[in-house]
């Protein structure tokens, strides 16, 4: 009986222990619960039904404030915006619009510029904050981010002011040779001569609004909807051929050379464009009597093949300050020079935006008095080098399928690693085409050399063509 009477009493005590377990956790997990977030900070104040789903799924960023300018609820982006600090709105007009709008019910909006985090040195921030009353007790604040649609509008309203000024100097330089022309009616060399001032003018201002309708069409299509394999070769062919005229006036000779045989992925007009570009500016800014070269050759790097394509010169070179501008529109080295050759300003713009389309890049290299080397990079055509692969593999199987075709009896120009010096590409040196020749052919090779100044080492030094 007495063990009986133990056991109960030891089950009773066990049972209120367990009650009072029971109630100690419900209580911390309720306080646990009600403990303030990052993004709720005062559950004294209650917001709205439904409110607090909505602010969750905003972009903009969101304050709520109760009558005590305290923070009830900011979602993640305020935070990250830096408008909440220490549980309070941490912009003072912000905060004093907040209380007029409490104190009137008025909805009232304001763009405010505020400087970023950390030091606050760099490009302020412009944002837009709306203020709205929530309920009867409770302010509601909402702020849009306009920095980078601010910037998106000052790059818009800047091209505007560059299209009418570049537009403006051929028309108007036709105006006043048309005027002479009229003057000078009783002078035939008067009137031959100012004419073909005027066909100079007039073919400046149709490449310009040429390369207006390029750069429009290459921002605004994907030219990945019509891709198609294309041959690096017949790229360098069309761009030489492009050329003729101004390497035979100024004697360069155009070389060629590096790995034959090469297919990028893309769409061929931009990208006989873009490559155009290159040959067109290393033509032009190059003295008479020098070398152009062109040269491609495969990369490996751990997302795929790559195809490279450099254009070298031994032109004047490009200072330190400029290469970080050469691919802005309407952005010229030596304006001077660019309106004697007819640049407008834009080709280096359309490389850019053509090659970032393909899911490649463009480097330059240059030092002045040296020249220059831009090398774009393009994803292979990966369907058709596997064709390729097979193909050799059926015509020559007594071939390593690995082996690729060599750049000359020197080393192969794919076989450098991208995490090695890469070897520089010397198409000076290889296969070359005399302003009055034909092209070189597709399957011209050069041999690859070090380089310790460059990642393409320079021509050499130009000959006295006769």
Not at 361 to 369: F, Q, R
Request: hydrophobic share 40%; net charge negative.
């Amino acid at each position: 009986m007495d063990v009986n009477a133990a056991v109960a009493a030891a089950s009773a005590i066990a049972g209120v222990l367990t009650g009072v377990i029971a109630v100690l956790a419900f209580r911390f997990s309720e306080r646990e619960q009600k403990r303030p977030t990052r993004t709720s900070l005062h559950t004294d104040a209650v917001l709205p039904p439904g409110v607090d789903t909505v602010l969750s799924v905003l972009r903009s960023s969101a304050v709520v404030l109760d009558e005590a300018d305290a923070v009830v609820k900011a979602s993640s982006a305020a935070y990250a915006l830096g408008l909440v600090r220490g549980g309070k709105l941490a912009v003072e007009p912000m905060l004093q619009m907040a209380r007029d709008t409490r104190r009137d019910g008025e909805i009232r909006q304001v763009e405010l510029d505020l400087p970023r985090r950390g030091t606050g040195r760099g490009e302020a921030l412009a944002v837009s904050a709306r203020v709205a009353p929530l309920g009867s007790r409770l302010v509601l604040l909402l702020v849009e981010d306009l920095t980078e649609a601010r910037r998106i509008e000052a790059v818009r309203r800047d091209f505007v002011a560059n299209v009418s000024h570049e537009l403006k100097t051929p028309v108007g330089a036709l105006s006043l040779l048309s005027e002479a022309v009229m003057d000078a009616s009783d002078d035939p060399e008067a009137v031959e001569r100012f004419a073909g001032r005027m066909q100079i003018e007039a073919t400046r201002l149709t490449n310009l609004v040429q390369e207006l309708i390029d750069l429009s069409r290459v921002q605004n299509d994907d030219p990945l909807e019509d891709a198609e394999p294309v041959r690096v070769d017949e790229l360098v062919a069309e761009a030489i051929d492009r050329c003729r005229h101004q390497a035979g006036t100024k004697q360069i000779t155009m070389a060629t050379g590096g790995t034959a045989d090469l297919r990028v992925w893309g769409n061929r007009g931009q990208l006989a464009a873009a490559l155009g570009n290159l040959v067109e500016n290393a033509v032009n800014y190059s003295p008479a009597r020098t070398r152009v070269g062109i040269a491609a050759r495969r990369i490996t790097v751990p997302g795929g093949d790559l195809i490279e394509i450099a254009v070298t010169d031994q032109g004047i070179g490009i200072s330190d300050k400029d290469k970080e501008r050469i691919f802005e529109r309407f952005y010229r080295v030596d304006p001077a020079r660019s309106r004697a050759t007819g640049g407008t300003g834009l080709g280096l713009a359309i490389v850019k935006h053509v090659v970032a389309s393909h899911g490649g890049e463009v480097t330059v290299w240059s030092a002045e008095g040296q020249g220059s080397t831009f090398t774009l990079r393009l994803p292979e055509a990966a369907a058709a080098r596997e064709a390729r692969d097979r193909d050799r593999a059926h015509q020559h199987p007594d071939l390593d399928e690995e082996t690729g075709p060599e750049a000359g009896p020197g080393t192969d120009l794919a076989s450098a690693s991208p995490s090695e010096p890469r070897p520089g590409f010397r198409p000076g040196t290889g296969t070359t085409s005399s302003p009055a020749s034909s092209p070189a052919p597709p399957s011209s090779r050069t041999q690859a050399s070090s380089s310790q100044t460059s990642p393409y080492e320079p021509l050499p030094a130009p000959e006295v063509l006769p």
